[in-house]
Antibody, heavy 121, light 110 residues
């Protein structure tokens, strides 16, 4: 059974940094592209970032480009999202999502329950 | 990248069919058969219902079907059931190699 468990969320001040982790199990982590998608309280889904299966290719949504960095450690079956220069508008539940294949064009597939990030002073 | 356009809400009686539209542009929905649909009941994580316009993952009932014409994709739920009440989101691959989501549609079973 595919399991994705996010951690690292919490309360952070504007301008601060935070690193999210996603521990994956139940599938061969290294052969799948992975994504981060966020959902602000009471709002819709917003694309954040994608990393290819080999980690060589990464993409970011316009609102986070230059501030967030996605990475992966296949030896630990873990996906990361390093977030910096955080703003109030970054407040959301951040979901780790498994792609259906190894390429970035592979559909966003299986979702974790998410971790809440709150940016506030 | 602007969000894809979905109707805020649709409704139907049990047994009826409802269709949700998802309108994009020539930079996302139009040129790619990479449209997906997700179901999100309240308080839960989204679940993939349709991928690559019309393919259903294992375990998704065949009451759910997808299609695309030009810049608009559609999700149809046939034989509507009470358990189908949820928010539904579309997404598409884009020309910048990123993904974009729709604003979401609330499906109400009357």
């Amino acid at each position: 059974e595919v399991q994705l468990v996010e951690s690292g969320g919490g309360l952070v001040q504007p301008g601060g940094s935070l690193r999210l982790s996603c521990s994956a199990s139940g599938f061969i982590f290294s052969i799948y592209a992975m994504h981060w998608v966020r959902q602000a309280p009471g709002k819709g889904l917003e694309y954040v970032s994608t990393i290819s299966s080999n980690g060589a290719t990464t993409y970011y949504g316009a609102s986070v480009k230059g501030r967030f960095t996605i990475s992966r450690d296949d030896s630990k079956n873990t996906l990361y999202l390093q977030m910096s220069s955080l703003r109030a508008g970054d407040t959301a539940v951040y979901h780790c999502v498994k792609g259906l294949g190894g390429m970035v064009v592979s559909a966003i597939g299986y979702w974790g329950r998410g971790t809440l990030v709150t940016v506030s002073s | 990248q602007s969000a894809l356009t979905q109707p805020p809400s649709v409704s139907g009686s049990p047994g009826q069919s409802v269709t949700i539209s998802c309108t994009g542009t020539s930079s996302d929905v139009g040129p790619y058969n990479r449209v997906s649909w997700y179901q999100q009941p309240p308080g839960t994580a989204p679940k993939l219902m349709i991928y690559e316009v019309s393919y259903r993952p294992s375990g998704v009932p065949d009451r759910f079907s997808g299609s695309k014409s030009g810049n608009t994709a559609s999700l149809t739920i046939s034989g509507l059931q009470a358990e189908d009440e949820a928010d539904y989101y579309c997404s598409s691959y884009t020309s910048t190699s990123t993904w974009v989501f729709g604003g979401g549609t609330k499906v109400t079973v009357l």
